[in-house]
């Protein structure tokens, strides 16, 4: 009967510790990628601002090839939204809308999906390099946990679903 209280208040003092380590973590995520292409910055800008070619360079299709895409609202600029549904688990469905767009420099897209957390966006930002003849696009996605500790742990390991996707892109 010892030892059997022995294990019980060792996997709740394990417990309390793994609550407690949860907390300390931060609530707030972010990664980026980035990548020199040999584009104009205005056409990068007209490609990322609205979604009218997205069906034609989505990473979702790199998901599943049979993922039903629906554009909403306008062209481009803020209000633009591509809605998906997908029978892939990776992807489900899910919504990009252009939430912010400063001409030629940066654009947010707001993510709803299954996704852990809140808040989650995609920041892409477009610089001409140095060298004047490429581009420099960063691609970051930002994610709120809150009080969510599963999401908090799960924030550790963000190169998941996210990061593969920016990869893609």
Known sequence: M???????????IV????????VALPDHRHIERSTEVSSPVRQIYDV????????????????????????????????ASVNWVSGDPRIESGSYTVTDAQEDARVKWAIVNDWRGENKQYVLDIKPAANGKT????????????????????????????????QIH
Do not use: C
């Open 2 to 12: 010892m030892r059997l209280l022995e294990v019980i208040v060792a996997l709740l």
């Open 48 to 79: 990322i601002s609205g979604f009218h070619s997205y069906p034609s360079w989505t990473a979702l299709r790199a998901y599943d090839a049979k993922v039903q895409l629906n554009l909403v609202g306008p062209d481009q600029g803020v209000g």
């Open 135 to 166: 581009v420099k696009i960063t691609m970051g996605y930002d994610v709120d946990y809150g009080w969510d500790l599963q999401g908090r742990y799960a924030g550790m390991y963000l190169e998941g679903e996210p990061a593969t996707q920016i």
């Open 15 to 22: 417990a309390v510790l793994g609550v407690l380590f949860g």
